[in-house]
T-cell receptor
Framework: GQNIDQPTEMTATEGAIVQINCTYQTSGFNGLFWYQQHAGEAPTFLSYNVLDGLEEKGRFSSFLSRSKGYSYLLLKELQMKDSASYLCAVIDSNYQLIWGAGTKLIIKP | DTAVSQTPKYLVTQMGNDKSIKCEQNLGHDTMYWYKQDSKKFLKIMFSYNNKELIINETVPNRFSPKSPDKAHLNLHINSLELGDSAVYFC?????????????FGNGTRLTVT
């Protein structure tokens, strides 16, 4: 079966750095997305990785290792508004999107 | 200039009723989806349509019937509502079927069945 694992919940301090991991086992791989979802709102796109390595976009970076079936989202200089759920999703060999259950990130002052 | 809009935002109804949720996108995308997000926040695809044609129909009770009158609209009709149907339903769109572009989500419809 296809599976995506993320920690259920993480807590971090304002101004700090946090890394949210995602491991996947899917039938094939055609890319990986990270989405942010604030409580009561729709998911919004953060990043897309299809090749190995680090993609940096402002305070957020996303890393991919296809050989390890692993990705992480790195959030720097955390702000209170970063409190949200972060969803990892993988495109499989049939170009279907497989979703993780999301990681709820709690930022404390 | 909302990209993906769905109505209503909240829907409270009793078991056994029939209800509809409407979705429209003005992005010119070819593909539209319905997702269900349960209380554990897990997003599960229900249906996808590409240019009005049904592509994905996951294991969803046949009480759920999507309709796409044109590629900019995808509505969801639910018959004989059950308590377990309570969830947030998201409409989404993408440029093509291959999912290599990000999904654009509507703001969700929170359905509560009592």
């Amino acid at each position: 079966g296809q599976n995506i694992d993320q920690p259920t919940e993480m807590t971090a301090t304002e101004g700090a750095i946090v890394q949210i991991n995602c491991t996947y086992q899917t039938s094939g791989f055609n890319g990986l997305f990270w989405y942010q979802q604030h409580a009561g709102e729709a998911p919004t796109f953060l990043s897309y990785n299809v090749l190995d390595g680090l993609e940096e976009k402002g305070r957020f970076s996303s890393f991919l290792s296809r050989s390890k079936g692993y990705s992480y989202l790195l959030l720097k200089e955390l702000q209170m508004k970063d409190s949200a759920s972060y969803l990892c999703a993988v495109i499989d060999s049939n170009y279907q999107l497989i979703w993780g259950a999301g990681t709820k990130l709690i930022i404390k002052p | 200039d909302t990209a993906v809009s769905q109505t209503p935002k909240y829907l409270v109804t009793q078991m056994g009723n029939d209800k509809s949720i409407k979705c429209e996108q003005n992005l010119g995308h070819d593909t539209m989806y319905w997702y269900k997000q349960d209380s554990k926040k897990f997003l599960k695809i229900m249906f996808s349509y590409n240019n009005k044609e049904l592509i994905i129909n996951e294991t969803v009770p046949n009480r759920f019937s999507p309709k796409s009158p044109d590629k900019a609209h995808l509505n969801l009709h639910i018959n004989s509502l059950e308590l377990g149907d309570s969830a947030v339903y998201f409409c989404a769109s993408s440029p093509t079927l291959e999912m290599v572009s990000p999904l654009h989500f509507g703001n969700g419809t929170r359905l509560t069945v009592t």
